[in-house]
Protein backbone atom coordinates (compact mmCIF):
# COMPACT_ATOMS: atom_id res chain seq x y z
CA UNK A 1 0.00 0.00 0.00
CA UNK A 2 1.22 3.54 -0.74
CA UNK A 3 -0.78 5.88 1.27
CA UNK A 4 1.62 9.06 0.13
CA UNK A 5 0.37 8.15 -3.53
CA UNK A 6 -3.47 8.09 -2.55
CA UNK A 7 -2.84 11.18 -0.52
CA UNK A 8 -1.77 12.90 -3.64
CA UNK A 9 -4.26 11.33 -6.06
CA UNK A 10 -6.95 12.74 -3.64
CA UNK A 11 -5.07 16.18 -3.13
CA UNK A 12 -4.92 16.49 -7.17
CA UNK A 13 -8.72 15.64 -7.78
CA UNK A 14 -9.40 18.06 -4.78
CA UNK A 15 -7.11 20.69 -6.41
CA UNK A 16 -9.12 20.00 -9.98
CA UNK A 17 -12.51 20.24 -8.73
CA UNK A 18 -11.49 24.12 -6.79
CA UNK A 19 -12.20 22.75 -3.27
CA UNK A 20 -10.80 23.58 0.20
CA UNK A 21 -10.12 20.69 2.40
CA UNK A 22 -12.58 21.80 4.62
CA UNK A 23 -15.23 22.34 1.29
CA UNK A 24 -14.51 18.86 0.89
CA UNK A 25 -14.70 17.60 4.13
CA UNK A 26 -18.36 18.92 4.75
CA UNK A 27 -19.45 17.03 1.58
CA UNK A 28 -17.81 13.77 2.78
CA UNK A 29 -18.99 14.55 6.24
CA UNK A 30 -15.71 14.36 8.10
CA UNK A 31 -13.39 17.31 9.39
CA UNK A 32 -10.99 18.90 7.44
CA UNK A 33 -8.04 17.07 9.59
CA UNK A 34 -9.13 13.64 8.40
CA UNK A 35 -8.71 15.17 4.64
CA UNK A 36 -5.23 16.78 5.51
CA UNK A 37 -4.37 13.42 7.04
CA UNK A 38 -5.00 11.28 3.75
CA UNK A 39 -3.67 14.33 1.62
CA UNK A 40 -0.64 14.12 4.07
CA UNK A 41 0.01 10.27 3.77
CA UNK A 42 -0.87 9.66 7.01
CA UNK A 43 -3.65 7.60 6.75
CA UNK A 44 -6.64 6.59 3.94
CA UNK A 45 -10.85 6.49 3.64
CA UNK A 46 -12.30 3.79 4.86
CA UNK A 47 -14.38 1.99 2.69
CA UNK A 48 -17.61 4.26 2.94
CA UNK A 49 -15.49 7.11 2.79
CA UNK A 50 -13.78 5.62 -0.71
CA UNK A 51 -17.25 5.11 -1.91
CA UNK A 52 -18.35 8.55 -1.51
CA UNK A 53 -15.26 10.24 -2.85
CA UNK A 54 -15.27 8.00 -6.24
CA UNK A 55 -18.89 9.67 -6.69
CA UNK A 56 -18.03 13.19 -5.62
CA UNK A 57 -14.89 13.07 -8.05
CA UNK A 58 -15.93 10.54 -10.53
CA UNK A 59 -13.67 7.49 -10.64
CA UNK A 60 -13.92 4.31 -9.78
CA UNK A 61 -12.88 3.15 -5.70
CA UNK A 62 -10.02 1.09 -8.04
CA UNK A 63 -8.79 4.30 -9.02
CA UNK A 64 -8.44 5.67 -5.52
CA UNK A 65 -6.98 2.37 -3.97
CA UNK A 66 -4.31 2.54 -6.53
CA UNK A 67 -3.62 6.26 -6.34
CA UNK A 68 -3.74 6.75 -10.10
CA UNK A 69 -5.87 6.32 -13.30
CA UNK A 70 -6.76 3.05 -14.57
CA UNK A 71 -6.16 1.94 -17.89
CA UNK A 72 -9.29 0.22 -19.45
CA UNK A 73 -9.40 -2.03 -22.37
CA UNK A 74 -12.80 -3.40 -24.01
CA UNK A 75 -12.05 -4.85 -27.28
CA UNK A 76 -15.47 -6.30 -29.36
CA UNK A 77 -15.09 -9.21 -32.23
CA UNK A 78 -15.22 -7.02 -35.62
CA UNK A 79 -16.70 -3.47 -33.97
CA UNK A 80 -14.23 -2.05 -31.68
CA UNK A 81 -10.25 -1.70 -32.43
CA UNK A 82 -7.74 -0.34 -29.90
CA UNK A 83 -10.43 0.30 -26.70
CA UNK A 84 -9.04 -0.45 -23.18
CA UNK A 85 -9.06 -3.77 -21.28
CA UNK A 86 -9.87 -3.24 -17.67
CA UNK A 87 -7.07 -3.88 -15.87
CA UNK A 88 -7.71 -4.10 -12.26
CA UNK A 89 -4.97 -4.79 -9.30
CA UNK A 90 -6.17 -4.36 -5.88
CA UNK A 91 -3.40 -4.08 -3.52
CA UNK A 92 -2.31 -4.28 0.05
CA UNK A 93 -4.57 -1.30 2.24
CA UNK A 94 -4.54 -0.99 5.82
CA UNK A 95 -7.81 1.44 6.39
CA UNK A 96 -7.96 3.40 9.44
CA UNK A 97 -11.72 3.68 10.45
CA UNK A 98 -13.08 7.80 10.68
CA UNK A 99 -16.91 7.25 10.60
CA UNK A 100 -18.19 6.90 13.95
CA UNK A 101 -14.63 6.58 15.82
CA UNK A 102 -14.02 2.61 14.90
CA UNK A 103 -9.97 1.99 15.22
CA UNK A 104 -10.41 -1.24 13.63
CA UNK A 105 -8.37 -1.66 10.00
CA UNK A 106 -9.64 -3.27 6.93
CA UNK A 107 -8.27 -5.86 5.06
CA UNK A 108 -8.81 -5.58 0.86
CA UNK A 109 -8.76 -8.42 -1.53
CA UNK A 110 -9.44 -8.66 -5.37
CA UNK A 111 -11.91 -10.43 -6.82
CA UNK A 112 -10.88 -12.76 -9.95
CA UNK A 113 -13.62 -14.25 -12.44
CA UNK A 114 -13.02 -18.19 -12.70
CA UNK A 115 -15.25 -18.23 -16.63
CA UNK A 116 -13.17 -17.34 -19.55
CA UNK A 117 -15.94 -14.90 -21.28
CA UNK A 118 -16.25 -12.67 -18.65
CA UNK A 119 -14.20 -10.17 -16.63
CA UNK A 120 -14.98 -8.26 -13.24
CA UNK A 121 -13.25 -5.71 -11.33
CA UNK A 122 -14.34 -6.43 -7.77
CA UNK A 123 -13.00 -6.09 -3.78
CA UNK A 124 -13.68 -7.59 -1.06
CA UNK A 125 -13.19 -5.58 2.40
CA UNK A 126 -12.79 -7.51 5.68
CA UNK A 127 -11.96 -7.37 9.43
CA UNK A 128 -12.76 -8.98 12.57
CA UNK A 129 -16.00 -7.11 12.64
CA UNK A 130 -17.51 -6.62 8.99
CA UNK A 131 -17.44 -7.28 5.55
CA UNK A 132 -18.51 -5.13 2.40
CA UNK A 133 -18.16 -6.50 -1.63
CA UNK A 134 -17.92 -4.22 -4.45
CA UNK A 135 -18.07 -4.97 -7.86
CA UNK A 136 -17.40 -2.04 -10.31
CA UNK A 137 -17.58 -3.40 -13.77
CA UNK A 138 -18.95 -7.22 -15.60
CA UNK A 139 -17.60 -7.56 -18.90
CA UNK A 140 -18.54 -10.06 -21.60
CA UNK A 141 -14.30 -10.84 -22.87
CA UNK A 142 -14.73 -13.77 -24.83
CA UNK A 143 -13.40 -13.26 -28.33
CA UNK A 144 -13.72 -16.64 -29.57
CA UNK A 145 -17.64 -16.70 -30.00
CA UNK A 146 -19.80 -14.11 -31.00
CA UNK A 147 -21.12 -12.03 -28.13
CA UNK A 148 -25.18 -12.65 -27.82
CA UNK A 149 -27.73 -10.40 -27.82
CA UNK A 150 -30.77 -10.47 -25.23
CA UNK A 151 -34.12 -8.66 -24.83
CA UNK A 152 -33.49 -9.18 -20.82
CA UNK A 153 -30.95 -9.84 -18.55
CA UNK A 154 -31.04 -11.06 -14.84
CA UNK A 155 -27.73 -11.10 -12.62
CA UNK A 156 -27.30 -12.64 -9.50
CA UNK A 157 -24.29 -12.68 -6.84
CA UNK A 158 -25.13 -15.23 -4.56
CA UNK A 159 -22.79 -17.58 -2.33
CA UNK A 160 -23.11 -21.37 -1.83
CA UNK A 161 -22.64 -22.34 1.52
CA UNK A 162 -22.66 -26.23 1.40
CA UNK A 163 -25.96 -27.79 -0.64
CA UNK A 164 -27.23 -24.10 -0.16
CA UNK A 165 -27.41 -21.48 -2.26
CA UNK A 166 -27.55 -17.96 -0.90
CA UNK A 167 -29.21 -14.96 -2.95
CA UNK A 168 -27.06 -11.90 -1.36
CA UNK A 169 -28.60 -9.51 -4.52
CA UNK A 170 -30.12 -9.66 -7.72
CA UNK A 171 -30.09 -7.22 -10.68
CA UNK A 172 -32.54 -7.10 -13.62
CA UNK A 173 -35.21 -9.87 -14.81
CA UNK A 174 -36.31 -11.70 -17.20
CA UNK A 175 -40.08 -9.97 -16.94
CA UNK A 176 -38.56 -6.93 -17.95
CA UNK A 177 -38.34 -7.76 -21.68
CA UNK A 178 -36.26 -4.59 -23.15
CA UNK A 179 -34.60 -4.03 -27.11
CA UNK A 180 -32.26 -6.10 -28.53
CA UNK A 181 -29.17 -5.58 -27.18
CA UNK A 182 -25.73 -6.96 -26.43
CA UNK A 183 -25.21 -8.57 -23.31
CA UNK A 184 -22.38 -6.20 -22.64
CA UNK A 185 -24.97 -2.98 -22.79
CA UNK A 186 -26.97 -4.62 -20.05
CA UNK A 187 -23.64 -5.43 -17.37
CA UNK A 188 -22.66 -1.91 -18.10
CA UNK A 189 -25.57 -0.66 -15.76
CA UNK A 190 -24.62 -3.38 -13.23
CA UNK A 191 -22.47 -2.95 -10.14
CA UNK A 192 -22.75 -4.17 -6.39
CA UNK A 193 -21.89 -2.57 -3.18
CA UNK A 194 -22.94 -4.67 -0.69
CA UNK A 195 -22.01 -3.01 2.83
CA UNK A 196 -21.98 -5.13 6.03
CA UNK A 197 -21.95 -8.13 4.08
CA UNK A 198 -23.09 -11.23 6.89
CA UNK A 199 -20.91 -14.16 5.23
CA UNK A 200 -22.12 -17.54 5.82
CA UNK A 201 -18.79 -19.29 4.94
CA UNK A 202 -15.82 -19.85 7.87
CA UNK A 203 -13.33 -17.46 5.94
CA UNK A 204 -12.38 -13.99 6.80
CA UNK A 205 -12.82 -13.55 2.84
CA UNK A 206 -15.96 -14.96 1.63
CA UNK A 207 -14.41 -17.37 -1.07
CA UNK A 208 -17.39 -19.39 -2.40
CA UNK A 209 -18.97 -16.08 -4.07
CA UNK A 210 -21.14 -16.29 -7.55
CA UNK A 211 -22.57 -14.40 -10.14
CA UNK A 212 -25.21 -15.84 -12.57
CA UNK A 213 -26.19 -14.23 -15.53
CA UNK A 214 -29.27 -15.26 -17.23
CA UNK A 215 -30.00 -13.70 -20.39
CA UNK A 216 -33.31 -14.04 -22.78
CA UNK A 217 -33.08 -13.45 -26.58
CA UNK A 218 -35.71 -12.80 -29.06
CA UNK A 219 -36.27 -16.21 -29.68
CA UNK A 220 -37.24 -16.70 -26.14
CA UNK A 221 -34.38 -19.50 -24.79
CA UNK A 222 -32.39 -18.68 -21.79
CA UNK A 223 -28.91 -18.51 -21.55
CA UNK A 224 -27.04 -19.00 -18.56
CA UNK A 225 -23.51 -17.93 -17.71
CA UNK A 226 -22.29 -19.24 -13.73
CA UNK A 227 -19.36 -17.37 -13.14
CA UNK A 228 -17.86 -18.36 -9.53
CA UNK A 229 -15.31 -16.01 -8.17
CA UNK A 230 -11.81 -16.59 -6.69
CA UNK A 231 -10.19 -14.51 -4.02
CA UNK A 232 -6.59 -13.36 -4.36
CA UNK A 233 -6.13 -13.01 -0.44
CA UNK A 234 -2.83 -11.03 -0.95
CA UNK A 235 -3.55 -9.50 2.04
CA UNK A 236 -6.01 -11.48 4.66
CA UNK A 237 -5.72 -14.27 6.81
Known sequence: MNQEKIGKFIYDLRKKYNLTQAELASRLHVTAQAVSKWENGRGVPDIELLKRLSEEFDVSISELIEGEKDVKKNNKLGLIIGIILIVLVIVILIVVFIVRGNDGTFNFSSLICDNDSFSISGVI????SKKSVYISNIDYCNETVEEPKAVAVECTLYEIVGDKEIEIAKYGSLDDVCKNSYISEYLANIEFNIDDYTCGCTTNTCNNLHIRIRALNDASEVITYEIPLSVDNMCGN
Open 125 to 128: AYND
